[in-house]
């Protein structure tokens, strides 16, 4: 029969204080079995209580696992200045949208500012007889809008101007040939997901020109789980975690840093990562909102399930030499290796399914008792 044996804690904290919710332990077990102690193995016989409780060491599982609250959090990347002066008209774009080549991000007195690639910040008039990076980057936008099929050489000819004229008749405006510094926002890389100072473009906001106001987000989110500096010391780097998605899905990922708190001495960060440098949160990264913290229940996996033979780990007993054993209600000895421990339990390998092995009765949370104990019920959760 399989049970499940669950413990749970809880606290109030502040923010981004974490809340342990609750620790879990499976356990499959035969009839007569079902006893959880502490995983502090006993000491020699001599110095334990003469009354005996006894269990079967049964065929089961072992595991332990950590309910805490993932934070995710978007680090918002400076990427784009802005040229045009005077008042916002309009907002083209919400916090996280994408922005491809081509694509308005607001309005300056009815004139569009347009996002287009290129590592050269607009700076300049763009006209007839111009030479420079940043024409090549005006003639790489007006062929990738298909304004444009001559050379991008960086020089500012007829056929540049031309197609200058047919971008701007596109956009409504009047097709003087001329690119103003204001018309263009150049971006490092497009496609990708764009952000805008909320405080300085909105309608009716005064822009001067020179604001950097347009920020680009990286892939993912940042992923980190607060813990307390002694959470922390059973979380190594390589821990394995489960987040639960938004949509109600599953994301993978393992501790790869323990990083310290800049808001308390006694608390730590575990920077959370996935396989491969893939996005802990797959194809749907765009559900995380991108402005604030979002708190996303996770489960830390501190002790991997591992299946065996199961015994409480009160019946181990360890010798001065080191080795452990288990004691048959006969009181013979029979050596074991134990090759896992979480809450109270412990698989071990060296004995069969089926023997009875004797635990103190002053064991925590067991009663004084010659005879076998039916199975637990499991304990409700939180």
């Known amino acids: 029969m399989l049970v499940q044996v669950l413990t749970a804690t809880e606290r109030t904290a502040p923010r981004r204080t974490p809340r342990l919710i609750a620790a879990t332990v499976l356990l499959g077990v035969g009839a007569g079995a079902g006893w959880a102690a502490t995983s502090v193995f006993a000491p020699p016989d001599e110095v334990t209580a003469s009354t005996y409780t006894y269990v079967d060491v049964v065929d089961g599982e072992v595991g332990s696992s950590v309910r805490l609250t993932t934070m995710a959090a978007w680090r918002q990347v400076p990427a784009g200045t802005n040229r045009a002066a005077g008042t ?127 920020s680009m987000l990286p892939r993912q989110p940042e992923f980190t789980i607060p813990v307390s500096r002694a959470q922390a010391a059973t979380m190594p780097v390589g821990t394995a975690v489960e987040i639960e998605a938004p949509d109600g899905g599953a994301w993978s990922a393992v501790i790869v840093a323990q990083e310290p708190s800049a808001e308390a001495d006694d608390q730590v960060g575990l920077r959370l990562g996935a396989a491969g440098g893939t996005p802990i949160c797959v194809d749907a990264c765009t559900k ?11 489960t830390v996996i501190t002790q991997a399930p591992t299946s065996g033979l199961v015994v409480p780990a009160a019946a181990l007993r360890s010798s001065a030499d080191g080795a452990v054993a288990v004691i048959d209600r006969e009181g013979r000895s029979h050596p074991v290796t134990v090759l896992a421990s979480a809450r109270g339990m412990a698989v071990v390998d060296g004995v069969r399914a089926g023997l009875r092995v004797r635990v103190p009765a002053d064991a925590p949370g067991e009663a004084a008792s010659t005879e076998p104990r039916a199975p637990q019920q499991p304990a409700a959760g939180r």
């Open 88 to 214: 916002v008209t309009s907002v083209e774009l919400a916090a996280g949208d994408e922005v491809r080549t081509g694509s308005v991000l607001y309005s300056v007195e009815l004139r569009p500012v347009v996002a287009a690639v290129g590592t050269v910040p607009a700076f300049r008039p763009i006209g007839r007889d111009a030479q420079g990076p940043d024409v090549r980057q005006l003639q790489q936008l007006l062929t990738d809008l298909g304004h444009y099929d001559g050379l991008v050489d960086g020089g500012f000819g007829p056929r540049t101007e031309a197609a200058v004229k047919a971008w701007q008749d596109s956009l409504g405006l009047p097709a003087d040939g001329v690119v103003q510094a204001g018309d263009l926002v150049f971006l490092p890389e497009l496609p990708g997901r764009v952000t805008l100072d909320d405080e300085l473009v909105r309608p009716g906001a005064s822009l001067s020109g020179g604001e950097q106001l347009v």
């Open 288 to 298: 995380i909102p991108v402005l604030g913290d979002a708190r996303l229940s996770s």
